[in-house]
């Protein structure tokens, strides 16, 4: 039987593998293995872990920067048209939804400003997906159908908890949350990159492609 402590931690080992790098994973695993059961420390496997990830997620933000841009893009741009008044100028109908037919009313109220912002935040994703050669119509759709719909049920889902919420002055239909500005905009943003993750998921990095038709078959 197997001594347990031969074995690396288990969640250490499920995390180095989702997170490492892929053009190094398989290797740095087989060796970190290796000598952590010559150390049996696993103090050191850790460290080793948590750097590796390190290192495996810049390597993501740099292969995937258009991702990370159009979720800083979609974080931001609400706040932009709150505070700037400019929503009044590019929607004309946010200050008179109530005249709206119901339901278009209820969707102008609720998601007029998401929608907006993930509009606005497809035309960074847009630009990224051209420069690295990899632009589809489909992406774009596939990943604002999923912006909004994970927006809504975050938006929704905070109805469940009113004590999170306090009313706008001057505003009876309209809520803020009393949580400070940067976790709202911090959820925002993972929000619109696990969107992006999503909706592209069939975006693979150039070099990585150019390696695998270089492979001998």
């Given at each position: ?40 420390s696993r103090w050191w496997f850790w460290g080793q872990v948590l750097f590796a990830s390190t290192l495996g997620a810049l390597e ?158």
């Amino acid at each position: 039987m197997t001594d347990k402590r031969s074995n690396p931690p288990s969640f250490a080992l499920w995390l180095l593998r989702h997170t490492a790098s892929d053009d190094w994973n398989e290797a740095l695993t087989g060796d970190l293995i290796e000598t952590f059961r010559d150390r049996q420390s696993r103090w050191w496997f850790w460290g080793q872990v948590l750097f590796a990830s390190t290192l495996g997620a810049l390597e993501t933000i740099r292969r995937r920067w258009y991702f990370f841009c159009y979720a800083i893009t979609g974080a931001v741009t609400p706040y932009i048209f709150e505070y700037s008044n400019v929503l009044v100028r590019v929607w004309p109908f946010s200050s008179h939804w109530s005249d709206l037919p119901w339901p278009l009313s209820q969707f102008v109220l609720e998601m007029g400003l998401p929608a907006i912002a993930a509009s606005m935040s497809l035309l960074v994703l847009s630009v990224g997906l051209l420069i690295e050669g990899s632009f589809r119509w489909a992406y774009l759709l596939r990943t604002f159908i999923i912006t909004l719909i994970l927006i809504s049920a975050v938006h929704f889902s905070i109805d469940l908890f009113p004590w999170l919420l306090r009313p706008i002055p001057g505003d009876q239909h309209r809520k803020s949350l009393i949580v400070p500005g940067i976790f709202v905009v911090l959820l925002l943003g993972s929000t619109y990159l696990l969107a992006a993750w999503l909706g592209c998921p069939s975006i693979e990095h150039p070099h990585k492609r150019e390696r695998q038709i270089a492979e001998p078959q």
